[in-house]
């Protein structure tokens, strides 16, 4: 079955205490990307990556890092997370053809506090 | 920039009423259309796109959405919802070869029996 798993699901944490939210597909996809989701302002890109070792910001890049040492794993890292990063995240991937359609992964619901 | 403007953030309608969900771009090159709908706590699932071709494009559960170039519209609709569809809906656009999907800011679509 294709699936983009995203963990963990919901978190919650503390200013300062450095996490990292995994996101896997399991369809080959070269395109990956991570938004987050905050009420009355929709999706809003953060990172990207084309394939492996190719990353490129999005919109909302500060405060994250991305990586892509593997093609299927595209992990999101908090080096120093803020209240401000409390938000909704969604792992996204596609491939690099004409519909260039993303498949989204469930959320991580993350609480900063 | 490019912007995707949902005119309504929320809809509330009857059960089988008709219901159209807005959708405005600005974008001065060819571009390509999404519409995803998010499922309460759940990721985004694509409903239905517009890459070429006929303007009127058919998705799942009944959605269908029309491609306007003049009025750079991509107006969602359902000729009856049901109880089912509520959930928050999403326009996006994509730029000719331009990875970047741009989302608008969700309407939220509430039917109520």
């Known amino acids: 079955e294709a699936q983009v798993t995203q963990n963990p699901r919901y978190l919650i944490t503390v200013t300062g205490k450095k996490l990292t939210v995994t996101c896997s597909q399991n369809m080959n996809h070269e395109y990956m990307s991570w938004y987050r989701q905050d009420p009355g302002l929709g999706l809003r890109q953060i990172y990207y990556?084309?394939?492996?070792?190719?990353?490129d910001k999005g919109d909302v890049p500060e405060g994250y890092k991305v990586s892509r040492k593997e093609k299927r794993n595209f992990p999101l890292i908090l080096e120093s997370p803020s209240p401000n990063q409390t938000s909704l995240y969604f792992c996204?991937?596609?491939?690099?053809?004409?519909?260039?359609?993303?498949?989204f992964g469930p959320g991580t619901r993350l609480t900063v506090l | 920039a490019q912007s995707v403007t949902q005119l309504d953030s929320q809809v509330p309608v009857f059960e089988e009423a008709p219901v159209e969900l807005r959708c405005n771009y600005s974008?001065?090159?060819?571009?390509?259309l999404f519409w995803y709908v998010q499922y309460p706590n759940q990721g985004l699932q694509l409903l239905l796109k517009y890459l070429s071709g006929s303007t009127l494009v058919k998705g799942i559960n009944g959605f269908e959405a029309e491609f306007n170039k003049s009025q750079t519209s991509f107006h969602l609709r359902k000729p009856s919802v049901h109880i089912s569809d509520t959930a928050e809906y999403f326009c996006a656009v994509r730029r000719g070869q331009a990875e970047k999907l741009v989302f608008g800011k969700g309407t939220k679509l509430t039917v109520n029996p």
């Open positions: 996204a991937t596609g491939p690099l053809d004409n519909t260039r359609e993303q498949f």
């Open positions: 990556s084309m394939n492996v070792e190719v990353t």
């Open positions: 974008s001065s090159v060819s571009v390509y």
